[in-house]
């Protein structure tokens, strides 16, 4: 069965630093690319960054570029995301997704897990 479980968000002070983990069963089924994406309060889900389960091959949007950083340990079928440098602009539902394929539109995503959520405070 295709599972996604995110663990790791929690309340934080701004510049604060958060590991994000994504423990997926997807890989097995062929989705061999994971994705993280963010959703704030009234916002769209935008697309944050993508790695190959194989290759380690990653692709950031460009504002993650620099603060966040995808990450995967294929022992564990974990998947991380590294955030440095907290804002509270950074406050969303975070969430992993998997694809056969990278994709950066949310509403094209075959599966998601259920998100933890990120809070930073001032």
């Known amino acids: 069965q295709v599972q996604l479980v995110e663990s790791g968000g929690g309340l934080v002070q701004a510049g604060d630093s958060l590991r994000l983990s994504c423990a997926a069963s997807?890989?097995?089924?062929?989705?061999?690319?994971i994705h993280w994406f963010r959703q704030a309060p009234g916002k769209e889900r935008e697309f944050i960054a993508a790695?190959?389960?194989?290759?380690?091959?990653?692709y950031y949007a460009d504002f993650a570029k620099g603060r966040f950083t995808i990450s995967r340990d294929n022992a564990k079928n974990t998947v991380y995301l590294q955030v440095n440098s907290l804002k509270p602009e950074d406050t969303a539902t975070y969430y992993c997704?998997?694809?056969?394929?990278?994709?950066?539109?949310?509403?094209?995503?075959?599966?998601w897990g259920q998100g933890t959520q990120v809070t930073v405070s001032s």
């Open positions: 790695i190959m389960w194989s290759r380690g091959l990653t």
């Open positions: 997704a998997a694809d056969g394929e990278v994709v950066t539109n949310a509403n094209s995503v075959h599966y």
């Open positions: 997807t890989r097995a089924f062929g989705y061999h690319v």
